[in-house]
């Protein structure tokens, strides 16, 4: 009949995928608005989702892609809580012919047949975009410049990365000096926590916090005003994100700036996911694109956040 002729006509031109996603955790802002960007995108699209949240463990990711590969699914996303360690499993994936897309977060592994291709932010250029914002903010200071530095997960693609650009653009101004850096697992409690611990040890000469997310800030914040400092005065808060809480903060005086980092790709992920399928060659890197925002600019742009 013609009804079922359509159909068939539709399912030649746009396959039902059974897709597993192997997410990070739900640690921050971020990410909860990443997981819902990245579920609804291929739901929309008619396509079937298998998800597993790792809660920040890279065993719980490997076991989830061994049950997606075991399931058969037809492709699987993988954003990989750290950098090194996933070589065999990916390694398996690519026997079973799966095709993997890594999202958000890169693995650090020579061999990149393991993957179609990369789709995230450049996290170098999000910690230089900090640095640079932070020597200009303060070129007229005079002495020493004291940072404490709030990183993100040991061994994640973000929390290098973001050290590294920062450091690189601050290599060339010596009297910007990081006084105490720590890992905040990316998480309110655990950056409020470490703000604590830097505040007990050295308080009173701390000019500036540098967190690799604005969730570890936000909690870094409490920890200042508790101990009778005021955040974003007696110590200027670098973000990165630009999530909902950050410009809340901006908002209300407490936190200096933010450098956007976007969550919202889960469209451009499965068209890049179907655009594989239909036999298209990928790019292996493929950008996400951001900005930067600041305490004047966030009342009039809080309520146009997306996340
Ligand atoms: O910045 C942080 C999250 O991988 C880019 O992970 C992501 C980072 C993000 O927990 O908030």
Redesign the pocket.
């Known amino acids: 009949t013609n009804e079922e002729g359509n159909a068939t006509e539709e399912e030649a031109t746009s396959e039902k995928l059974v897709i597993g996603f192997s997410q990070?955790g739900a640690?921050?802002e971020?990410?909860t608005a990443n997981t819902t960007s990245i579920q609804d995108a291929i739901t929309d699209a008619g396509h079937e989702l298998q998800f597993s949240d790792a809660q920040q463990k890279q065993e719980n990711q490997i076991s989830a892609i061994r049950s997606f590969i075991s399931q058969e699914v037809d492709a699987i996303v993988f954003s990989p809580v750290v950098e090194t360690g996933f070589e065999t499993v990916l390694q398996e994936a690519k026997d079973a012919d799966i095709p993997v897309f890594l999202a958000?977060?890169a693995v650090d592994i020579e061999d990149d047949s393991l993957w179609v291709t990369f789709l995230g932010?450049d996290f170098i250029e999000e910690g230089r975009k900090a640095a640079e914002w932070l020597v200009d903010d303060m070129a007229d200071h005079e002495g020493d410049i004291n940072i404490v530095e709030l990183q993100?997960t040991v061994g994640s693609a973000?929390a290098i990365d973001r050290k590294e650009g920062f450091e690189e653009i601050l290599a060339d101004h010596s009297q910007f000096v990081i006084t105490q850096s720590q890992t905040g697992d990316?998480t309110r409690t655990d950056g409020k926590e470490v703000m604590e611990s830097f505040l007990r040890s050295d308080g009173d000469n701390i000019d500036v916090l540098y967190a690799h997310?604005d969730?570890m800030a936000i909690g870094a914040i409490q920890a200042i005003e508790e101990y009778g400092l005021t955040p974003a005065e007696d110590i200027k808060i670098i973000g990165?994100?630009a999530v909902k809480g950050a410009f809340e903060a901006m908002a209300a005086g407490k936190m200096n700036v933010t450098v956007e980092?976007n969550p919202l790709f889960g469209p451009q992920l499965v068209e890049l996911i179907e655009a594989h399928m239909a036999g298209e060659e990928l790019e292996k890197r493929i950008a996400v694109e951001e900005d930067m925002y600041t305490m004047d600019q966030a009342k009039e742009l809080l309520d146009s956040r997306e996340y």
């Open positions: 990070v640690e921050s971020w990410r958000d977060r932010s993100g973000p990316f997310n969730d990165i994100d980092c």
